[in-house]
């Protein structure tokens, strides 16, 4: 079974924090995502990662940063917390190209506190 | 500025009819397009997809429909299930990169 797995379901963090999310795929995808979910405004892409140490910015990559070392491993940064980073943060991942069989995974998703 | 539009933020529907939920988009690179599923405090589910030299994909109970010319698809649920009740997310990818864009959602309620 597929599984994309991130490493906390909750977190609270303090303003200012440097705060690292994690996450870990199984099935040898070339592509991570790093998104986050808001009320009223959907999943907006963060960072998107399509090798080892590749990674290109996405539509709000503000405030935010991103480290690939290994191909299972897609790590989020948030270099300084601030209360407006408050939300829920989804991590996927996909084989390359268009097609059949290149949709993303989810995970759980993290939801991520800032006070 | 949205690529991806899902103008109608939710939707109610009376079990065991047909739902319909409704996405737009800009991009005329888009070239593979994807509908995901999403309960709360869970990770959006894949539901299905169809690739612009389609205009129609089936699987069960779910059909999604391609009109390229007007950069217009959707996705018909039928019959509508009590369990079909979640947010749906519209989303898209064009060739020359993976990156997958997404719609705000909807959110369908299917009442008994």
């Known amino acids: 079974d597929v599984k994309v797995t991130q490493s906390s379901r909750y977190l609270v963090k303090r303003t200012g924090e440097k705060v690292f999310l994690e996450c870990v795929q199984d099935?040898?995808?070339?592509?991570m995502f790093w998104y986050r979910q808001d009320p009223g405004l959907g999943l907006r892409l963060i960072y998107f990662?399509?090798?080892?140490?590749?990674?290109e910015k996405g539509d709000i990559p503000e405030g935010y940063s991103v480290s690939r070392e290994k191909k299972e491993r897609f790590s989020l940064i948030l270099e300084s917390a601030s209360t407006n980073q408050t939300s829920m943060y989804l991590c996927?991942?996909?084989?390359?190209?268009?097609?059949?069989?290149?949709?993303?995974?989810f995970g759980q998703g993290t939801r991520l506190t800032v006070v | 500025d949205q690529q991806v539009k899902q103008n109608s933020p939710s939707l109610s529907v009376q079990e065991g009819r047909i739902s319909i939920l409704n996405c737009d988009y800009t991009?005329?690179?888009?070239?593979?397009f994807l509908w995901y599923k999403k309960y709360p405090a869970e990770g959006p589910t894949f539901l299905i997809s169809?690739?612009?030299?389609?205009d129609k994909n089936e699987d069960g109970r779910f059909t999604v429909f391609l009109n390229k010319s007007a950069k217009h698809l959707s996705l018909h649920i039928v019959p509508s299930q009590p369990g079909d009740s979640a947010v749906y997310f519209c989303?898209?990818?064009?060739?020359?990169?993976?990156?997958?864009?997404f719609g705000k959602g909807t959110r369908l309620h299917i009442l008994p």
């Open positions: 991009n005329s690179m888009f070239d593979y």
């Open positions: 990662s399509y090798d080892v140490k590749m990674k």
């Open positions: 989303a898209a990818s064009e060739r020359r990169d993976d990156k997958i864009i």
């Open positions: 996927a991942s996909s084989s390359p190209g268009t097609g059949k069989n290149t949709e993303a995974f």
């Open positions: 169809i690739s612009s030299i389609k």
């Open positions: 099935m040898d995808h070339e592509n």
